[in-house]
């Protein structure tokens, strides 16, 4: 089996992997039920411990079945998934169709150590529109490491909402891979609220002209949490708008990462390139790195990057609080504020409510 | 562009590196190549003490045993350390006065525009002038002194004052701290020492000019300057080389050290030959440059305008020890040609309430690579920390790149750190407006760079302010875009 | 009613405030002016909870209670409110979820019923509609991207839908153009009632041609040093605050 990435390597500077290698995984026990689905009139595929529960599945008329595939690229997680890739979702939607709403959960529980790797695979053909909803849950102490491979053909829009949940002991290693041509569009929101250690790395090849990228995340991370969002934007086309805000709250001993890396090739003139980073950083064990680069070859571009890390805004807490709100609300509030601007292109309703959901039950282990 | 920005392109494609001539005069070389005995002939023809000369062989040790570095984003072909000089200097004894050097050496600086005497007089700075490898004249010398203030050359400083060196020297820079450093600490053959005794302010602008004459020499200068509580120096830094079609090496290595109080002030105007048109030649420049904020309130600041050198490796960084204490990173990084730049700062906060500015303007043209690479480190002790960093790229033509890559890590809560980058090209509408104003698109070109640079230039002193404008203007001689 | 007695504050080791004893009855408006540095600031942060300010001796009883051991969220359910001389931008806030929050905190406070969203909305839709405020206002980010005028209509909306007893409106050295002087002049003339008071802190006289008030004070040096009616504010409008630090 391929060797887990070690720090040595630049790409995982801030993120140990040790955790994962010292820990022995075995197969993934049978699990025949599943706890609260969300309550959702969507075709649904249901993955208990990284094998899809028919029964607990709906049709999907765009599904196929699954297909491993052999890997191309050299990364060290993508091999280990192939080697090890069991099912995974498999859709491809054709040209000019629009596909609505599809549930992906993901749900673990084993009484000891197991691993599981989902390779799934989305494609959408020319003009045609898909919602990912997935969910990410578990308990015990587990380790999900799962590959997207995306292809949004030209006009095509997907949306893929993530809400990772996963049990606090819990690893979670995705990597998503999409290629965006001519006037399509990979819109992704992550929040991360979930696993001990947990990194979404997503590479987004532009190849057309005016293909849109949009990441989004944000990590809410208490205990000793590790949350490490990372994206490689590749714009190889010109006139392409990219977008990443990515909000981290740490409290407890909670470490962030954020690696974002935007690629302007030398034909990608008239690129638009925009990244925010920002941390709150909650109590005095908490740690943020942040990692943004630009890398560009091209001259008739607009490319920024910003970063801050910092403490909550006690002007801002005071001036709550002299209008009658108590502290916690007052803090509460500011923090949901912080957030809003990551979540506000998830306008799908029905993922903002999950996403709500999940941020409510936050607050309250708070 | 336009057809006439094309012709212009053309025509100045072949600038002119105006410092790039060589002074005949006669050298006393050691033989190439780099081992124990070349260390401790140098160490020998410098008359230094042992410990020195062990110092120097435990680097060489070092450095045997480390790999040069490749994280920056440079490409090179491999450097032949052997086939090098590791020590190169004019023939005559070293001058007691300005009148005993070789006037063939003193014309050499008169082109250069450094005044050694007069000019050096009127101007109000002192100079110390580092040809190859050893340093020919220190002005002033009898000013400073009565201030308190030493600046001499390092070799001097080590029989002088052989308690002050061995009490600074590797303290902020290791020997062994990288390969660049480990190379220079086995090898050094001179550079500048500074002190400022406590509570003195320096009454002069201090300067040091560097120059590459010989052929197939490395440079390896070493700067010390240590401000006591509440000294306070300002030191500028020059250096030129001559044209030649191999690449040269420098490897310097500066240490600051400020107290309780103390202020820093190092600024460098860095103009080595950048090589040809093709990318024939031209200077490899990596150097180390870090200074130490030990006490409270202490206060490093770095300036850099970077527009020579085929490439240039280099990250002046403050560690900010001391209570309150502040450090400043202020540089216009220029590349044309076939030039690489892998230049930024580390800012390392260690203190409560310590601060630091990053201002970092970079600009490619032509076929070059520009990066910058920088470091924000918050450790958890550095209570009500802050760090501002803006760093801007200009892009001029479509053949050449521009990259920045910084690294946040932020273990204080109570710190506030913020970053911002952005990469653009010139606006065509502000190009437009200039030239319908009657300026020709090179002048154009020039008011907007100096303009984007402006947030650092007005940190250099004026008199070196004037130059580097200057300079940036000729760099970017046919890159308009 | 407000007493003041005998408050000594200081930041780290300066002291700013001497020892201010003052008595604000309901009904009353009452202002404080004095010369730059005099504490005046000082008084109305020291006032309202804010960190920073040690307060070493002296009390402040509102109703009853001293309100100076209590947090600045109690105050404000105890009636007080704070109309900030530079409002604070909340990004990411709606302005109608803040009031809506803000409200029912107090309410809840109070024992009160919370207001449902319909019901609230009525109430700040006529706020907004009687400070001839545009309807979007609520729906924007708090202060973000107000102007000086805007912000200032913003404090006066809050203070329109949280009913204080109290204000205090520290206008120290703020460069408020006519028209936003007009706007806080209102907020609180709208207000006056037997059971409303005013605390209304200012460098200069202008505003006080706006809010007439019933007694003005002179703050120096972290003291009362003079008190008289709204004329006294015109005498030291035409013979400045010399002579009067000495005191």
Redesign the interface.
């Given at each position: 089996m391929t060797a887990l990435p070690t720090r040595k390597l630049?790409a995982w500077r801030f993120t140990d992997l040790r955790q994962i290698s010292s820990t022995e995984f075995g197969a993934p026990p049978a699990m025949a039920a599943a706890p609260d689905l969300p309550d959702l009139p969507f075709p649904r595929f249901v993955f208990l411990n990284g094998t899809l529960n028919a029964a607990l599945s709906t049709a999907f008329a765009y599904a196929k079945p699954f297909a491993p595939v052999r890997e191309q690229g050299a990364q060290p997680m993508a091999l280990i998934n192939a080697a090890n890739a069991k099912d995974g979702i498999n859709i491809e939607v054709p040209d000019g169709v629009d596909a609505g709403e599809v549930l992906l959960i993901s749900q673990a529980s084993g009484a000891t150590p197991f691993a599981f790797h989902p390779r799934h695979r989305v494609t959408l053909g020319q003009g045609a529109k898909l919602t990912i909803i997935e969910i990410d849950k578990g308990e015990g102490v587990y380790w999900q490491n799962a590959l997207f491979d995306i292809d949004v053909a030209q006009g095509a829009t997907l949306q893929h909402f993530r809400l990772q949940q996963e049990s606090v002991e819990a690893f979670n290693i995705t990597s998503i891979r999409a290629r965006i041509a001519q006037a399509a569009a990979y819109e992704h929101f992550t929040l991360t609220l979930g696993a001990k250690l947990s990194r979404t790395e997503i590479e987004a090849d532009l190849v057309g002209e005016t293909a849109l990228a949009h990441l989004n995340a944000a990590q809410l991370l208490g205990g000793a949490q590790h949350g490490d969002f990372t994206t490689i934007i590749r714009h190889k086309a010109p006139n392409c708008p990219s977008r990443q805000t990515v909000k981290s709250v740490l409290a407890g001993k909670a470490r962030g990462v954020f690696q974002g890396k935007i690629e302007v090739d030398?034909i990608a003139?008239k690129t638009d390139g925009y990244q925010m980073s920002q941390?709150l950083?909650?109590?005095?064990?908490?740690?943020?790195?942040?990692?943004?680069?630009?890398?560009?070859?091209?001259?008739?571009?607009?490319?920024?990057?910003?970063?801050?890390?910092?403490?909550l805004?006690?002007?801002?807490v005071?001036?709550?609080?002299?209008?009658?709100?108590?502290?916690a609300?007052?803090r509460q509030?500011?923090i949901?504020?912080?957030?809003?601007?990551a979540l506000e292109p998830v306008t799908h309703d029905a993922s903002k409510a999950i996403f709500e959901d999940a941020l409510e039950s936050w607050w309250g282990k708070q | 562009m336009s057809s006439t920005t094309d012709a212009v392109i053309q025509d100045l494609a072949a600038q002119k590196y105006k410092y790039g001539f060589t002074t005949e005069i006669e050298m006393e070389e050691f033989p190439k190549g780099l081992s124990p005995d070349i260390v401790r002939m140098i160490s020998a023809k410098k008359g230094e003490p042992a410990w020195l000369l062990e110092w120097r062989l435990k680097a060489y040790e070092a450095w045997l045993k480390m790999e040069e570095p490749t994280?920056a984003r440079i490409h090179h072909a491999p450097i032949a350390y052997q086939d090098l000089y590791y020590y190169a200097a004019p023939a005559k004894a070293a001058p007691k006065s300005l009148d005993e050097v070789d006037p063939e050496l003193l014309r050499t600086y008169e082109k250069l525009g450094i005044p050694l005497n007069e000019r050096a007089a009127l101007a109000g700075v002192a100079v110390d002038a580092v040809f190859d490898s050893v340093s020919v004249a220190t002005t002033f010398r009898d000013t400073l002194a009565k201030a308190g203030v030493i600046f001499c050359p390092i070799s001097e400083a080590v029989r002088e004052h052989p308690e002050l060196v061995r009490k600074y020297l590797g303290s902020v820079v290791p020997a062994g701290d990288n390969y660049f450093a480990a190379l220079n600490s086995a090898v050094f053959s001179d550079g500048s020492f500074v002190f400022i005794p406590k509570g003195v302010k320096c009454p002069m602008e201090l300067s040091t000019y560097f120059r590459i004459n010989a052929r197939n020499t490395g440079q390896f200068e070493r700067t010390l300057i240590i401000a006591e509580d509440g000294a306070s120096v300002s030191y500028l830094e020059g250096c030129t080389a001559p044209m030649r079609d191999e690449n040269q090496l420098h490897a310097a290595v500066v240490e600051l050290v400020a107290m309780d109080d103390a202020k820093i002030k190092y600024s460098t105007v860095q103009n080595w030959y950048p090589g040809d048109a093709d990318g024939k030649g031209g200077i490899y420049n990596f150097v180390t440059k870090r200074g130490a904020c030990r006490g409270r309130n202490s206060k490093i600041s770095w300036t850099q305008v970077e527009t020579g050198s085929a490439i240039t490796w280099k990250y002046p960084s403050c560690i900010l020890q001391g209570e309150g204490s502040v450090g400043e990173f202020y540089s216009v990084a220029v590349t044309n040609g076939h030039q690489q730049a892998d230049t930024g700062t580390k800012m390392i906060h260690i203190g409560k309430n310590t601060s630091s500015t990053i201002i970092s303007k970079g600009i490619s043209a032509g076929k070059s690579n520009n990066t910058y690479r920088g470091q924000v480190k918050i450790l958890?002790g550095a209570s009500g920390a802050r760090n501002f960093t803006q760093c801007d790229?200009l892009?001029?033509?479509?053949?050449?790149?521009?990259?920045?890559?910084?690294?946040?890590?932020?273990?204080?809560?109570?710190?506030?750190?913020?970053?911002?980058?952005?990469?653009?090209?010139i606006a065509e509408d502000q190009l437009f407006y200039c030239r319908s104003r009657g300026l020709s698109e090179e002048d154009a070109v020039g008011l907007i760079v100096n303009g984007f640079c402006k947030d650092v230039l007005k940190e250099l002193p004026m008199e070196f302010a004037v130059e580097a404008q200057k300079l940036l203007a000729v760099s970017l001689e046919g890159s308009v875009? | 009613m407000l007493e003041i007695k005998n408050l000594h504050a200081r930041i780290g080791d300066a002291e700013i405030l001497k020892g201010v004893t003052l008595t604000i009855p309901d009904g009353e408006i009452h202002a404080i002016m004095g010369p730059n540095g005099a504490g005046k600031s000082t008084l109305s942060y020291v006032l309202?909870?804010?960190?920073g300010y040690e307060v070493t001796e002296g009390e402040a009883i509102y109703n009853g209670q001293n309100i100076l051991e209590m947090?600045?969220?109690e105050?404000?359910?105890a009636g007080l409110?704070?109309a900030?001389q530079y409002?604070?931008?909340?990004?990411?806030?709606g302005n109608a979820?803040?009031l809506r929050?803000?409200?029912n905190?107090?309410r809840r406070?109070r024992g009160e019923e919370e207001l449902d969203a319909v019901a609230f909305l009525k109430q700040a839709r006529a706020a907004v509609k009687q400070l001839a405020m545009k309807e979007d206002f609520l729906k924007r980010?708090v202060n973000v991207g107000f102007s000086g005028g805007e912000k200032k209509r913003n404090e006066m909306l809050?203070m329109a839908l949280?009913k204080p007893g109290l204000a205090i409106l520290d206008e120290t050295d703020s460069g408020l153009d006519i028209d936003a002087l007009k706007i806080v002049a209102e907020g609180v003339n709208a207000l006056r009632s037997e059971k409303f008071s005013a605390l209304v802190i200012t460098h200069y006289q202008r505003l006080l041609d706006h809010i007439v008030p019933d007694v003005v004070h002179v703050l120096a040096n972290g003291k009362i040093v003079r008190s008289g009616n709204a004329d006294l504010a015109k005498e030291l409008e035409a013979s400045g605050y010399v002579g009067l630090e000495a005191a």
């Open positions: 630049e030398q003139q941390a950083l909650l109590s005095p064990d908490a740690e943020m790195d942040i990692k943004p680069e630009l890398q560009i070859f091209a001259d008739d571009v607009k490319c920024s990057h910003g970063a801050t890390i910092g403490a805004d006690e002007e801002q005071f001036y709550l609080r002299s209008r009658g709100i108590p502290e609300d007052a509030i500011l949901r504020a912080f957030l809003e601007e | 994280w958890p790229s892009l001029i033509g479509d053949q050449c790149g521009a990259h920045t890559v910084p690294y946040i890590e932020n273990r204080n809560a109570s710190a506030k750190v913020e970053h911002e980058a952005t990469t653009s090209k875009g | 309202s909870g804010r960190d947090e600045p969220e105050r404000a359910a409110f704070l900030f409002p604070v931008e909340l990004p990411g806030v979820n803040f929050t803000a409200l905190a107090i406070s980010n809050q949280l």
